[in-house]
């Protein structure tokens, strides 16, 4: 990591921490970008969609990080999972929503009919840096995972330096950024005014204005 990057992630990391603030890019590829991508360096690896009862056994591994009332919930709200499998072992993980979702426990993220959120992707810490985050996101541009959307959309903390350089291998470009903050039963938040073109908003769960 750069100095300058070091320097922006330990000052936004302290903007949340003690402020409440939080700075979230918005990216976005086009159909059939991501699946130009370089893919996962290593054969055995197989990308595929994950059914709920797959996806609720596997929540049973606390090293994946999911739960499984949060599968529950994705499934219920018509979401897909992509998992990267290898000898009928989970490595890697993403998730399609087509409406609006949750970004993160208390803020939801409002998407116009022709875009795709891709969020809440995950690889197993041994297995980073074999590009089996960028083979899910090239799987994920099969046509019959589009369902007639655009575009596909990724929320990405500002400091998370990591992702953002993953996003730019698939090709994402920025289409702006957010800033906001809980405040009791409310979010406050400034979205850039491309975002507010593009009618992609952030609001308090279950609120949608």
Known sequence: MRLNDSIAER????ARRHLGMNFVRVLQHGVGDAVKSAGCRHPRVACRVL?????LAFAADPALRLSRQWVRAAYARGAVGLGAMRDGRLLGYT???YGDTPYDST???ALKPGLRYTYKSF?????RGQRIIQALY???DRPELWRGRRASLYLVNSDNFASLASLGRIGCRSLGHVTY??????????HSPALRRAGIHLYAGGRHR
Do not use: Q
């Open 181 to 190: 903050a809980r405040i009791f039963d409310s979010v406050i938040a400034f």
């Open 138 to 140: 090239a799987f994920a």
């Open 123 to 127: 690889v197993r810490p041994e297995c």
């Open 51 to 55: 059914s709920e009862a797959e996806a």
């Open 107 to 109: 803020v939801w993220c």
């Open 11 to 14: 000052c936004l990391t302290r």
């Open 95 to 97: 998730w399609l929503a």
